[in-house]
């Protein structure tokens, strides 16, 4: 019996994605792009190549020591696995992934009469791709049937000068980078979400479809360090809102707003000057939390839990004492929030509203008609702040956040439980004191600095006649307006 077998066995019954091996760390498998230590002793060099001799075909063990990658399949007892070997300035890296769910079953993400070097070969292609998009500091890549590479810098989408990727080809890179489960989901809906982490680079936020062409993608950069809330210019009383033993706190935008961002640098700030318990419920897992200060959980949908309602509920039970929950989708999620926020937990959450005030609405328009004068009353006694975001071209390049604060005071709650968010704008402009600020304020401070032009703002702005009446009282450019 080879002396991985043990180790594939590991993986095969942990369900995880990967088993590395990596010089100067201990094997470790890879779920949803965490990784987790399952040996004690570190592994050289020597080690590391006389382990995958073992399980080498003549012809692939010839191979190993060589200077080129080595990519051969291995039917373990508990499996069939693909072997990876690259060669580095460092030396060996070994990654093997499971060809199938059990013995004796065909493998799952291989197209039928594709080889483990075709598919080693596809994740090596999109893998170059990734560096590309990290390199050149796109936010997303866009792959689609017959068409070349697409990536979105700066806000923008720009074709990528390479070739048009084949549907057969495409559906290879996708599988080359999928475990069982998502390959089979993918197969039978025609959607399916997952992460991909590429070590020492960047984690991946990933996206497969199925369009009128083929297959279709989209993959979003996470970077592997989590944000820190000074660098991204959180003010101090947003930070503070990490500081609140109960509430629920709510980060609101369309997508692609840096929702996602701003969370995690208040769970982060949160890691790093508490001793509580974090657990957060995310499809899929984005940045990954270590456990500093506190004990950090994370769990994905579909992964380690069947919904987002489930896990909430189960998270009561579990001890915590700040609760992320990556969406707020559905009526019974929502109300699970706020009588987790109620009962003594800090609560995060997210929307794809644009305003303080319309976030408000659409969480009590979630409820039928005979529950919302309740849900006012819980919302006003257990909302603690709403951040409406959205991003911005800044002059010069790269993108900027604007963000619109709501803050809960007592004239706020008042207009929440008597159904008056409509005057929550006004309550936001006489507060600026206590750290409040309109989305208007907020773009109007980012034009009034030179890093954002007035015609970027006035498009990202929701009432854009009172902002073009604040440009033009202030001077700047509207010219874009087309007035005489």
């Known amino acids: 019996m080879a002396r991985l077998d043990r180790l594939i066995q590991v993986m095969h019954k942990q369900r995880a994605d990967a088993l590395h091996l990596v010089i100067g760390k201990p094997a470790s498998l890879v779920t949803n792009g965490t990784a987790r230590a399952i040996t004690r002793e570190t592994l050289n060099d020597t080690q590391i190549q006389g382990l995958v001799r073992e399980i080498a075909s003549p012809e692939a063990g010839g191979q190993i020591g060589g200077g080129g990658a080595v990519a051969f399949g291995y039917r373990a007892p508990s499996g069939e696995v693909q072997v990876e070997l690259k060669r580095g300035t460092e030396g060996t890296t070994v990654v093997l992934r499971p060809a199938a769910r059990t013995p004796g079953v065909p493998a799952a993400a291989p197209p039928p009469g594709r080889s483990g070097d075709e598919l080693a070969e596809a994740r090596r292609s999109i893998e170059e791709l990734f560096r590309v998009l990290v390199g050149l500091g796109a936010s997303d890549l866009h792959l689609r049937t017959g068409e070349p590479p697409l990536l979105r810098l700066h806000g923008e989408l720009s074709r990528h000068e390479r070739p048009a990727i084949p549907a057969e080809r495409l559906e290879a890179m996708l599988a080359s980078i999928m475990s069982p489960r998502e390959v089979e989901e993918?197969?039978?809906?025609?959607?399916?979400?997952?992460?991909?982490?590429?070590?020492?680079?960047?984690?991946?936020?990933?996206?497969?479809?199925?369009?009128?062409?083929?297959?279709?993608?989209?993959?979003?950069?996470?970077?592997?360090?989590?944000?820190?809330?000074?660098?991204?210019?959180?003010?101090?009383?947003?930070?503070?809102?990490?500081?609140?033993?109960?509430?629920?706190?709510?980060v609101t935008g369309p997508t692609g707003s840096g929702k996602s961002t701003t969370l995690a640098a208040l769970v982060d700030?949160?890691?790093?000057?508490?001793?509580?318990?974090?657990?957060?419920?995310?499809?899929?897992?984005?940045?990954?939390?270590?456990?500093?200060?506190?004990?950090?959980?994370?769990?994905?949908?579909?992964?380690?839990?069947?919904?987002?309602?489930?896990?909430?509920?189960?998270?009561?039970?579990?001890?915590?004492?700040?609760?992320?929950?990556?969406?707020?989708?559905?009526?019974?999620?929502?109300?699970?929030?706020?009588?987790?926020?109620?009962?003594?937990?800090?609560?995060?959450?997210?929307?794809?509203?644009?305003?303080?005030?319309?976030?408000?609405?659409?969480?009590?328009?979630?409820?039928?008609?005979?529950?919302?004068?309740?849900?006012?009353?819980?919302?006003?006694?257990?909302?603690?702040?709403?951040?409406?975001?959205?991003?911005?071209?800044?002059?010069?390049?790269?993108?900027?956040?604007?963000?619109?604060?709501?803050?809960?005071?007592?004239?706020?709650?008042?207009?929440?439980?008597?159904?008056?968010?409509?005057?929550?704008?006004?309550?936001?402009?006489?507060?600026?004191?206590?750290?409040?600020?309109?989305?208007?304020?907020?773009?109007?401070?980012?034009?009034?600095?030179?890093?954002?032009?007035p015609k970027e703002a006035y498009m990202k702005s929701v009432d854009k006649t009172g902002f073009a009446a604040a440009l033009k009282a202030r001077r700047h450019d509207t010219s874009f307006l087309g007035e005489a």
């Open 186 to 250: 993918f197969r039978e809906a025609g959607d399916t979400d997952w992460a991909y982490e590429m070590e020492g680079l960047a984690r991946f936020r990933c996206n497969a479809g199925r369009d009128r062409h083929g297959p279709m993608a989209v993959f979003r950069v996470i970077p592997t360090t989590v944000p820190n809330a000074d660098d991204m210019g959180l003010s101090r009383e947003l930070q503070n809102l990490s500081l609140l033993t109960k509430g629920l706190v709510v």
């Open 269 to 453: 700030l949160v890691n790093r000057t508490r001793a509580d318990h974090i657990i957060t419920i995310e499809d899929p897992i984005e940045f990954v939390h270590p456990s500093k200060k506190c004990l950090v959980t994370q769990r994905q949908v579909g992964v380690h839990t069947r919904g987002f309602k489930q896990a909430l509920r189960a998270a009561l039970r579990e001890d915590p004492d700040v609760i992320l929950v990556g969406e707020m989708r559905d009526l019974e999620t929502v109300s699970i929030a706020i009588e987790t926020a109620e009962t003594g937990h800090l609560v995060f959450g997210t929307l794809h509203t644009t305003t303080a005030a319309s976030t408000i609405d659409r969480i009590i328009d979630q409820f039928p008609a005979d529950r919302q004068a309740q849900v006012r009353v819980m919302l006003s006694e257990s909302l603690r702040g709403v951040v409406a975001q959205t991003l911005c071209k800044k002059v010069g390049g790269g993108r900027v956040a604007a963000r619109e604060v709501l803050l809960s005071i007592p004239a706020v709650s008042n207009l929440i439980r008597e159904g008056k968010t409509f005057q929550i704008p006004s309550i936001i402009q006489t507060n600026r004191r206590t750290g409040m600020i309109t989305l208007n304020d907020a773009l109007m401070e980012l034009v009034d600095g030179k890093l954002v032009e």
